[in-house]
């Protein structure tokens, strides 16, 4: 899984102020428990004392009889804390009033076991994703669920190559794009790239999205963008002051998403920086969705004929027909 500095300083910051706060509590929780019932406190410091005598035997003993002494040690810690929760349970009192609250059990708020990053981080990190690709537009409306086949025409033949109608070859697209997202860590090679062509309205924005929700809530690293926003982004890491380190984010994560390319503003730096992104992804085998309305033709024509050849060749595309749905 992938996913940018930010992202991973935001979730240690609040982890660390989730142990902060479990620390706390427990403290506070000592003190009144302590004023209200001063025989624990002296159970307390009996429990500390006795671990402390079971150090200094380990360190110091060394006859026959020291498993027999550590046990018996033991044992009084044992008794010591039953008396604990004993008044802790007469006073209406949970037993473990005193222990220290964690928001995870399972990593005690460290954002870490022993096999790794602990899911609560894992988690973390989904939720700045989804934050993040928010920022830009509301995930929730583009679900599988609610894509409509029944907006595309069914009464012509799109394409002769395949002889279907609008509406079976989106069918088609939909099926493939929910089988990509479903098996995305499952995919070859040959499938791991798709460019969503056609005119506008046609459901490809839609679909990418769907694409993006179901991968971020089953642990993918995301970056969506516009291929506007994403230039404008580039343009500030490199010329401006952002610390971000945007670019990394874009060819590192799991999954790119670019939307509406050719919409952009037309330099040599555009060309530069969508060849250097999508040949490096591709030696990186890294996964990429491109949504344009230009044809195969356009893009030939608007962009250097490396860069087309890299999408065209080795890009499964998915082309779409009808008219703008939005407007039906």
Known sequence: MSYNKRMFEEAEKIISQRRKNAIEQSKA????????????????????????????????????????????????NISLQEEKKLILKKNNYPEDYLEISYYCNKCEDSGYTKDGICDCKKQLLKEQAYKKLNMSVNIN???????????????????????????????DNFKYCEDYAYN??????????????GGTGLGK???????????????????YASSQQ??????SDKFGDSQEGFLDSVLECDLLIIDDLGAEFYTQFTISAFYN?????????????????????????????????????????????GKDYRLS
Not at 153 to 166: F, L, M, R, V
Not at 184 to 197: A, E, G, T, V
Not at 309 to 321: A, D
């Open 29 to 76: 929780r000592k003190r009144e428990i302590y004023k209200l019932f001063p025989k624990i406190l002296k159970i307390d410091n009996l429990i500390s004392k006795t671990s402390i005598d079971v150090a200094k035997e380990v360190l110091s003993s060394s006859g026959d009889n020291l498993k027999e002494i550590i046990q018996g040690l033991m044992l009084k």
């Open 141 to 171: 409306n583009f679900k599988f669920s609610n894509f409509k086949l029944d907006c595309y025409p069914d009464n012509y033949i799109a394409s002769e190559k395949s002889g279907k109608t609008p509406r079976e070859i989106a069918a």
């Open 184 to 197: 995305f860590f499952n995919k070859s090679s040959k499938s791991k790239n798709i460019l969503m062509q």
């Open 205 to 223: 924005t839609h679909l990418s999205l769907a694409i993006a929700g179901y991968c971020i809530e089953n642990g993918v690293g995301v970056v």
């Open 230 to 235: 994403l230039l404008h982004k580039l343009e």
């Open 277 to 321: 992104i999508i040949n490096t992804r591709l030696l990186e085998n890294k996964s990429t969705i491109i949504n344009t309305n230009l044809s195969l033709e356009e893009i030939l024509l608007k962009y250097s004929q490396r860069l087309a050849s890299r999408i065209i060749g080795e890009y499964n595309i998915l082309t779409f027909y």
